[in-house]
Structure formats: structure tokens, C-alpha cells
């Protein structure tokens, strides 16, 4: 078990970039698949990009061309880098992480990850 901690969201306008940071703490988190999720209190938690331990990523389709997940296993963090950003990508972003391997068609199914943080405030005005 890891506990993670998010840090890096905010407020910016459309068009405008962040980067999340996920420290983990517990282990290494080199043998760890990691994630970001978001939430809204409008719709349910979503995958947003996944990097594997090996490190092969895999991104939903909405953030697609503007996100980059990367992991630094040195500094036992997984980033997210966030470009022109959209009033839509208004949530709660959470970080997570999980041991096993899964197919990649359940790589953003919540229940394939053990550990969570508590969450990151990125709020996009138009």
C-alpha cells in the first residue's frame, strides 16, 4: 500500500497549462501502473491517462493530443502535464495507483486501483 498526495491544480483561463505532480510515499513506485482520474459533482470519476511500470501510456480520448503523464521513479512521482486547457476540464484530479496488471480495455475502471489520493482543484474559466 502507498499513500499519494496531488499537488499543482488551480485556476487558469482556456487555453492555459498545468502540470499535476503525485508524490507517493510507502514504496517505490517503480513496480506500480499509475493514473489520473477526475471527478465533477456533476458526473462520476473518470480515467484521464494511465502510465504503466514499464512505461507505456494511454490516454481518454478527451484529453487526447493535450496531456502528457509521465513518472520520475528516482523522485517516486507521476506528473501530468496539462496544455491548452478547456473550460470542461474543470474537475478534482486524482492520482492512483495499482500492482497488478490489467487489459488494457479496464486500465480506467476504478476498480482495478488499490490506492488513491485525495485530490487536486483545477478549475478552467472560458
Known amino acids: 500500500q502507498v499513500q499519494l498526495a496531488e499537488s499543482g491544480g488551480g485556476s487558469v483561463h482556456a487555453g492555459g497549462s498545468l502540470r499535476l505532480s503525485c508524490i507517493v510515499s510507502?514504496?517505490?513506485?517503480?513496480?506500480?501502473?499509475m493514473a489520473w482520474f477526475r471527478q465533477t459533482p456533476e458526473q462520476e470519476r473518470e480515467g484521464v491517462a494511465v502510465i504503466e511500470n514499464a512505461g507505456a501510456t494511454d490516454y481518454a480520448d478527451s484529453v487526447k493530443g493535450r496531456s502528457t503523464i509521465s513518472r520520475d521513479n528516482l523522485q517516486n512521482t507521476l506528473y501530468l502535464q496539462m496544455n491548452n486547457l478547456k473550460p470542461e476540464d474543470t474537475a478534482m484530479y486524482y492520482c492512483?495507483?495499482?500492482?497488478?496488471?490489467?487489459?488494457?480495455?479496464?486500465?480506467?475502471?476504478?476498480?482495478?486501483?488499490?490506492?488513491w489520493g485525495q485530490g487536486t482543484q483545477v478549475t478552467v474559466s472560458s
Open positions: 510507502g514504496s517505490s513506485i517503480a513496480p506500480y501502473s
Open positions: 492512483a495507483a495499482r500492482r497488478w496488471a490489467v487489459q488494457r480495455a479496464n486500465v480506467f475502471q476504478r476498480g482495478v486501483y488499490s490506492d
